[in-house]
């Protein structure tokens, strides 16, 4: 009956349409892979390295406040403290590395939680999500207290140039991030030690006490110290790792990458506290404690350390704000809601960066311990999925 064929003809155009709109569905998404794959070239094991001290490097670290406050004060103890915290930098990135590539994801989500529940890495990917964005208050902080410290500026202007600098950095998206990270890390990098150097041999006399400075009360000694160190420290480096690893040239310099850069995290930190001991009282009062150690040796290294601080501030909160933005949906809103959440950060840092480290960053610890936990479980997981697999072919 006419009828009859007429509705099968349309169900078989209908039918047709549909196919072809997914066909044209997977086309578009394999184009934009392409062109996100053409965006960041293959990156080698150094690439990695940068990322992950990149990461991590921001005002806390290269001026010495999260030494100090973490390790420093307690003595020859502290470096007990480092080369555990070394040993688990190195072994975290390197399992957050393994599992990106195995998984071929950056998801927040999916790197920390083991399994596949997609509920489950939602609500983990989130709450993560969530206090990386916490380091814009702190890092919005450390710009206005380091402009503040050198040229006695109103702390806002310093944390509004950071946060400034952040939203058009962040905006770029990853390919961005690494281009930044590539010029900037290695200067960065090897001026801080060459500071510290000169800081370790300049004639630098005591101040005050040598000992009997109290910890933090979050952080009491210095074994609960180096694991809190470590765990708030990597929650903003496990999109970063991750990323920087699923776009490395391989599984080898995604891994290699990851454990360069832990290992030297715990060779700066060591130099840092190096410095930081020399004079105990005069670090414990300043908010950047290396940038007054560089400002004793001369205006000069001063002025220097200055620039480096800022843009390892910068650095620091490109990388973990990015971390944080990579969880928003993609649509409109998705800008609005970044700038609006860098305003609210940069309002709340008004506080005082010494306040913030000394409170903030040990809550992170205590929150971070249970996401190396279950990544610690992803991991093996992972390692034990893949062996299955290589068994059954």
């Not at 047709?16 to 965006?39: F, P, T, Y």
């Not at 005002?59 to 080369?83: C, H, P, V």
Request: charged share 15%.
């Amino acid at each position: 009956m006419p009828w009859i064929r007429g509705r099968i003809i349309r169900g078989q155009i209908d039918g047709r349409n549909v196919l072809l709109s997914e066909i044209s569905g997977v086309n578009n998404k394999i184009e934009s892979a392409a062109s996100d794959k053409k965006s960041v070239k293959q990156l080698s094991f150094v690439s990695v390295a940068v990322m992950y001290v990149g990461a991590i490097m921001g005002a806390g670290f290269a001026s010495g406040r999260e030494g100090w406050q973490f390790f420093g004060l307690f003595g020859d103890k502290a470096y007990i403290g480092i080369t555990l915290s070394g040993v688990l930098f190195i072994l975290f990135g390197m399992m957050v590395s393994y599992i990106a590539r195995k998984k071929g994801t950056w998801d927040l989500g999916r790197i920390i939680v083991p399994g596949d529940s997609h509920l489950l890495s939602e609500i983990v990917g989130w709450i993560v999500a969530l206090l990386l964005y916490t380091i814009i208050i702190s890092m919005s902080a450390a710009g206005g207290s380091l402009l503040n410290q050198v040229f006695s500026l109103p702390r806002a202007v310093g944390g509004i140039i950071i946060v400034v600098l952040v939203m058009i950095t962040v905006f770029g998206n990853f390919s961005r991030l690494e281009r930044v990270f590539r010029l900037i890390i290695p200067i960065l990098f090897a001026i801080d030690i060459l500071c510290c150097v000169l800081a370790l041999f300049a004639n630098i006399n005591e101040s005050g006490a040598t000992s009997g400075y109290e910890p933090a009360s979050m952080a009491p000694n210095w074994f609960l110290a180096a694991f809190i160190f470590v765990s708030y420290n990597i929650l903003g480096t496990i999109p970063v790792i991750a990323e920087a690893s699923v776009k490395s040239k391989d599984m080898k310099n995604g891994i290699i990458g990851a454990g360069l850069g832990g290992f030297l995290l715990m060779m700066l930190t060591l130099i840092l506290i190096m410095v930081l001991q020399k004079d105990m009282a005069y670090t414990d009062r300043l908010d950047l404690p290396m940038l007054g150690y560089a400002f004793r040796i001369s205006d000069i290294t001063g002025f220097l350390f200055a620039a480096v601080t800022f843009a390892a501030i910068y650095s620091a909160a490109s990388s973990l704000y990015y971390g944080f933005s990579a969880k928003l949906p993609e649509n409109r809103a998705k800008k609005w809601i970044m700038v609006a959440g860098a305003v609210i950060g940069f309002a709340a840092g008004l506080s005082g960066f010494k306040m913030i480290v000394a409170y903030l960053y040990p809550f992170m610890g205590y929150i971070g311990f249970f996401v190396m936990a279950l990544t610690t479980a992803n991991f093996v997981v992972t390692v034990k999925e893949n062996r299955k697999i290589k068994n059954e072919q």
